[in-house]
């Protein structure tokens, strides 16, 4: 009995610690557009199997669309289709890749974001062109942000130069132009399911073990039907 109540006391002695742990590292929502989503979420799915040691439905990646001032119908966001359904284009946002990681990682996160443009500041895949391809990021409260020394000091190591993000903005290829966004304004909208995992079009496939993360990320609820048209379905 005497061992049971030590390791119950112990338990109870340790949550403060926890819950202060937590509290000093707690989980930040941040999104990162840099051309086609595909690409820029196969990034930081690997960052997070490197950094963060995440596998499966611990994944949070997820493709989506961000950075416009309007919404269609019900509150959708699609990717272009016949119906002319919420049009992501026409209502002025970008692809854009949204991961949810603690704040100690961020600057690995960030990090990661800048090396996409290389040492010249072009994107991969500079032949997509318009303003559902420029480069943006997110995070709450925007240049504002507690986090955004974290973002300055990532992309000091670049070529990339950091402007407020006011919505709705062209495309941002040749101008080394990453355009920062307050999320708590400019919120995420996840993408279709066809569009999650997908390998891209330029270079080999990603690999079976990548594409199978979009059913596991349907099955933690990370992703799901959007209301918008999906290939996939």
């Known amino acids: 009995m005497s061992e049971a109540i030590n390791r119950t006391v112990a338990v109870v002695l340790a949550l403060p610690l926890v819950a202060s742990a937590a509290a000093e590292d707690p989980m ?9 989503f595909w690409h820029v979420q196969h990034e930081f799915v690997m960052e997070e199997v490197a ?16 950075g416009g001032t309007k919404v269609g119908a019900d509150n ?45 500041g072009y994107r991969h895949d500079p032949q997509d062109r318009g303003g559902e391809y420029r480069s943006l990021l997110g995070l709450p409260g925007g240049i504002d942000s ?7 000091s990532a992309a000091a190591q670049s070529p990339m130069k950091l402007f407020k993000g006011e919505g709705d903005e062209p495309d941002t290829l040749s101008s080394k132009a990453v355009l920062v966004m307050d999320s708590d304004k400019f919120p995420f909208y996840p993408a279709e399911v066809y569009h999650q995992f997908h390998n891209d079009f330029m270079g080999p496939p990603y690999g079976v073990a990548y594409n199978k993360l979009q059913q596991k990320a349907l099955e933690a609820s990370r992703i799901g039907l959007t209301g918008c048209p999906d290939r996939a379905i």
């Open 146 to 152: 507690p986090h955004f020394p974290v973002i300055q």
């Open 51 to 66: 950094t963060l040691s995440r596998s499966g439905g611990a994944i949070t990646a997820v493709s989506g669309y961000a």
């Open 28 to 36: 930040v929502k941040v999104y990162f557009g840099a051309g086609c």
């Open 76 to 120: 959708r966001v699609c990717y272009h289709n016949f119906q002319g359904i919420g049009d992501y284009g026409e209502l002025g946002h970008a692809e854009v890749v949204q991961v949810q990681v603690p704040a100690s990682a961020l600057p690995a996160f960030a990090k990661r974001y800048f090396s996409l443009f290389g040492e010249r």
